[in-house]
């Protein structure tokens, strides 16, 4: 009866409580209590929170590690270690710390109750087969890639300072040869070539694709922000790019933004340079002596003057600063840095001021399935673009004579130009900015499947400026307008954007097939446009080139203005097929099918196709028992690519000026016709590589490395041929017509030499042969039996270097073989019999069943080798990167220019001694062929990282670094490693050509660089 009662008690009150007038009382209740429970909960847990502490080490070598981030994951509550490596922090019995470091393996530590916990970390140091390299549309495992793909990343980067991106990479890829042949000019491109030579007259420059961005500018990268550089060197991964790929592709990353805790990375190096090796010219007082003792023919004008030293920049001083930002969370991360560059160039008004900036920003969204990269680029960039020449000019001067005159003005003559006047009235400035955006979406939309879009913009700008003012050279001596000043200007701008999306599959299926699959579309467009004006007779300094109306030149009708425009389009399908079956066989297949605008009508599309398979022998049951290979892989492929890099409307008939005429009624009126043939044929330069390669890891890790042999050929060469009159209109015509060729081997290799807690040593070798054939210049339609490329240029008439007949390797000099002096100094030369003839005896005739002319010698280097030592003791690193060329020639037309007392001005050392004998004109002969092998000590480092007792700094390294300290040749010129060793004997963008020693080369300078590595 009393239980009964009782609930009748409760379920009244339950009824009041849920009436509707009583809901509101309810609720305010429920919140009440809730709010009290959650209260004494939080209490519960704040009471049983602990004190943790502990120590971090590094379990490489057991030191401690300061300024490693300790975190309760999923919290915001973190803190550093000391200098010690040792750590404090508050934490839950149940909670989990959380250990990140910069190049360490993050790692999670349960609590689990423990008031101590000692933490080791082991360095990120990734495997020859777990290396992520680019592929281009994507990434892959090292031990995945059946292609030739070298990838260098910021461990193996050069530290003397880039001045392009591309010096970073200098002699560390075997295969991919880059010279900077204007040496340390920081206005100046490399010259880069991969295998060899790819074409004639087409684009020999690789694809250069920047974080996804094909065809990226590389002037908007800066060294810290390089994360790493891929190659791909053959046919087979290279397809993927097709007509665009022809010379290889290099694939920059750029460093990204990463979730943890937020850190700051402070980079800065000043540099300072010297003049390392000038020519060996006579000085004032020997010049004067030659002249008293009557061995050369010249006048003493009474002065004493080292015109070369009057155009070093002796106080020269470049820096570098660079500020980067990182941090951010697993679902949204971000890294951005600004830039600061200041180049001086070893020449007076030589100079490059840069200020730049990137950002990127990683953005995670709908449960992880969503992923949205942006990056943004930029850079400013003023150069003093008027120093830099007029070497040759200066050192072979006669040294009697003065810059100035008595009464300390410019002294100036119709001979020669005052290169010292010129440097300090004149001026010359370009003043460009690089712009650049991308974004990608990925989206997951099944189960490993992925949709991604990827958009780019590029846009680039300068603007010219150049004055000479009215008491200059230039405007003295100027017949039409003396006295009177000249100003121009000239701007360019660029615009490119690309738009690409993809699909990719990836599935495993039975725990032993795995596959990815990727398609994608390629849309691009390139735009250029530019304007240019000149004028002179300004009869007053006070606009420079900022009023170019005002010059008498445009009234009389002789002032000059041009502009252009044009632009190309590029579109294509393309798809890629990666097969793994037990992580021991692999295939990959790619097609491209693409078009471009500059193709001809009959040939606007194209396919690319490409095959390689690889097959990991050490997966194999029988390599179980051979212990000291750890990683073993076969590699074999095939692909096409091609080479679109011509001009835009090469292929249609275009319109040009045929000059002004009188028209009859009295007016003089421009006339127009057409200035080029069509050629609705035109198409690109296809490419067939074959290339079998070898990956391995052996000797428990310690020796890892690869090798490659490869055999290429290039059909449809582009060049431009004599063409019948009629049918056509103009007498030359651009077409494709041969082929050519090359085959070689490359090694690559890195050696634990010694791997000690406290001392490691590193080897590093990078090796590489290629022979290169011009197979055949001729069709049915055009005859052409050889080719003459490298015009000589200096004093005399003597033509070109090379004559590469079809079927001859590519860069043979031809010409007289050398016989001696006759008793009076004159040249002698062998004939096709071997008799020793005088030069008007010689057969100059290009057929070699009657020529007396042969081969005499080769500029293409048969081996290249480079050599890295790392060394590291306790908190010091030392490095050595030696590099060095073998087994060719170079053409010292310095010595045949000015190893000949004919010359007026000054002379080489060598004249008197060496080339003595000669009385003689000049000729082009074995005589001045010299061997271009040598070795260069190219680079040491010293470096010392310092363990501060702070969790403020986590990193602090300070270097310092020499650069091309000593070469070792017999080669008697300039710099060898200075000559152009790339291209086909057609001068390069820096106007340097195959072989031949350039009379007025930049000068090789010496440098040394302090550097500091801040990380906070």
């Not at 992880?368 to 673009?385: G, H, Y």
């Not at 007779?537 to 002789?558: M, P, R, S, V, Y």
């Not at 097929?577 to 992580?583: D, P, Q, V």
């Not at 007016?667 to 296809?686: A, D, V």
Request: proline share 3%; hydrophobic share 30%; with cysteine.
């Amino acid at each position: 009866m009393h239980k009964f009662k009782h609930t009748i008690r409760w379920k009244r009150l339950f009824g009041q409580c849920f009436s509707q007038r009583a809901m509101p009382y309810l609720f305010k209740s429920s919140l009440l209590i809730t709010l009290l429970i959650c209260s004494m909960y939080s209490y519960a847990q704040t009471s049983n929170t602990q004190t943790v502490v502990g120590k971090v080490i590094s379990a490489d070598d057991k030191n401690p590690l300061p300024g490693v981030t300790v975190s309760v994951k999923g919290t915001q509550n973190r803190t550093q270690t000391d200098g010690n490596g040792r750590f404090e922090l508050a934490a839950l019995p149940n909670s989990i710390l959380q250990f990140q470091y910069l190049g360490y393996i993050t790692k999670d530590e349960p609590v689990s109750n423990r008031m101590i916990i000692n933490v080791s970390l082991n360095p990120d140091v990734q495997s020859l087969e777990e290396v992520t390299v680019s592929v281009g549309y994507g990434t892959l495992k090292q031990k995945e890639v059946t292609s030739a793909v070298a990838h260098i990343d910021t461990a193996q980067f050069r530290q003397s300072g880039a001045r392009n991106p591309l010096d970073l990479i200098q002699g560390k890829v075997a295969g991919l040869q880059v010279t900077r042949t204007s040496g340390s000019n920081p206005n100046t491109a490399v010259a880069v070539q991969l295998r060899g030579v790819v074409s004639v007259a087409g684009s020999a420059s690789p694809l250069y694709v920047i974080d996804g961005i094909p065809g990226g500018n590389m002037d908007l990268l800066q060294q810290d922000d390089i994360e790493s550089i891929d190659v791909l060197k053959d046919g087979s991964g290279a397809a993927i790019y097709g007509s665009t790929a022809n010379a290889g592709v290099i694939l920059v990353t750029t460093k990204k933004g990463k979730a943890g805790a937020s850190s700051f990375t402070y980079n800065n190096y000043v540099r300072k340079e010297y003049v390392a090796r000038r020519p060996n010219t006579l000085s004032a007082e020997e010049f004067r002596d030659k002249v008293n003792s009557g061995e050369i023919n010249q006048q003493d004008f009474g002065h004493n003057t080292d015109f070369y030293d009057m155009l070093i920049n002796h106080s020269n001083l470049s820096n570098n600063h660079n500020l980067a930002m990182s941090g951010g969370t697993s679902n949204t991360n971000y890294r951005a840095s600004v830039n600061y560059r200041n180049l001086e160039g070893i020449s007076l008004a030589n100079t490059r001021q840069e200020y730049g900036a990137r950002l990127n920003i990683n953005q995670k969204g709908l449960d992880d399935r969503l992923n949205v990269m942006l990056n943004l680029a930029t850079n400013f960039n003023k150069q003093n673009r008027l120093g830099g020449g007029g070497w040759e000019s200066e050192v072979f001067k006669n040294p009697t004579l003065s810059n100035f005159n008595d009464d300390g003005s410019y002294r100036f003559d119709l001979i020669s130009t005052n290169e010292y006047a010129r440097l300090m009235q004149e001026t010359s400035w370009r003043k460009q900015q690089t712009t650049s955006g991308d974004f990608k979406a990925d989206l997951e939309l099944l189960p490993g499947l992925k949709g991604s879009v990827f958009g780019s913009y590029q846009r680039e700008s300068w603007n010219d400026s150049q004055y000479a003012p009215q008491n200059s050279e230039a405007s003295l001596e100027n017949t039409d307008y003396p006295g009177g000043a000249w100003a121009a200007k000239s701007d360019f701008l660029s615009e490119s954007y690309a738009f690409e999306p993809t699909l990719q599959y990836q599935k495993l299926i039975a725990e032993k097939h795995n596959l990815t699959a990727i398609a994608g579309y390629s849309y691009r467009y390139y735009k250029e446009e530019g304007l240019s004006a000149e004028n002179r007779g300004f009869i007053n300094d006070l606009f420079h080139e900022d009023n170019l109306g005002q010059g008498t030149a445009l009234i009389d009708g002789k002032a000059s203005m041009g502009s252009f425009k044009n632009d190309n389009t590029l579109i294509a399908f393309f798809g890629r097929i990666n097969y793994t079956f037990n992580n021991k066989y692999m295939a990959q297949f790619i097609l491209r099918h693409e078009g471009s605008s500059r193709f001809g009508d009959n040939n606007k599309w194209g396919n690319f196709p490409a095959v390689s398979a690889g097959w990991t022998v050490s997966e194999e049951a029988f390599m179980k028992d051979i212990s000291f290979v750890n990683f073993l892989k076969l590699r074999a492929g095939y692909g096409e690519t091609g080479n679109s890099g011509f001009a835009n409307n090469a292929s249609r008939v275009t319109l040009g000026g045929g000059g002004r005429y009188l028209y009859p009624d009295g007016y003089y009126r421009e006339t127009y016709g057409p200035n080029r043939n069509p050629n609705p044929n035109l198409k690109w330069e296809t490419k067939r590589e074959t290339n079998i390669g070898v990956d391995y890891t052996l000797f428990n890790s310690k020796l890892s490395g690869s090798i490659d042999v490869f055999k290429r050929t290039t059909k449809d060469l582009l060049d431009t041929y004599t063409s019948p009159q009629p049918p056509y209109i103009r007498d030359r015509i651009y077409t494709n017509v041969g082929s050519i060729s090359s085959k070689g081997i490359e090694v690559a290799f890195s050696y634990q030499a010694v791997d000690k807690k406290d001392f490691k040593w590193t080897i590093d070798l990078a090796a590489s042969t290629t022979k290169n054939t011009l197979d055949s210049y001729s069709n049915d339609i055009y005859k052409v039996e050889y080719a003459n490329y490298g015009t000589i240029g200096g004093a005399g008439a003597l033509g070109e270097a090379f004559t590469t007949y079809e079927g001859e390797k590519v860069g043979e000099f031809w010409g007289k073989r050398f016989a001696g002096f006759t008793e009076d100094g004159k040249w002698l030369f062998y004939n096709r019999n071997g008799e020793a003839v005088r030069n008007d005896q010689i057969n100059y005739s290009k057929d070699r069943n009657l020529t007396d002319l042969a081969p005499i010698g080769n500029a293409v280097p048969k081996y290249y080798l480079s050599l890295t030592n790392s060394f590291r003791y306790k908190q010091f690193d030392f490095r050595v990167f030696m590099r060095g060329k073998f087994a060719y020639d170079i053409l010292n037309t310095m010595a045949l220019s000015y190893g000949n007392k004919t010359w007026s001005g000054n002379l080489l050392k060598e004249t008197f001694t060496k080339y003595k004998d000669i009385d003689d004109t000049y000729m082009y002969s074995d005589y001045y062929l010299e061997s271009g092998s040598h070795w260069k000590i190219d680079e040491v480092t010293i470096g010392y990282t310092f363990k501060l007792p702070t969790r403020l700094v986590k990193n602090l390294r300070v270097y310092a670094t020499g650069q091309n300290l000593a070469t070792i040749t017999g080669y008697s010129g300039n710099d060898p490693d200075l000559v152009s060793d790339t291209g086909i004997g057609n001068p390069d963008n820096n106007d340097r050509r195959l072989g031949i020693d350039n009379r007025s080369s930049y000068p090789s300078t010496r440098s040394f660089l302090f550097g500091v590595n801040l990380a906070f």
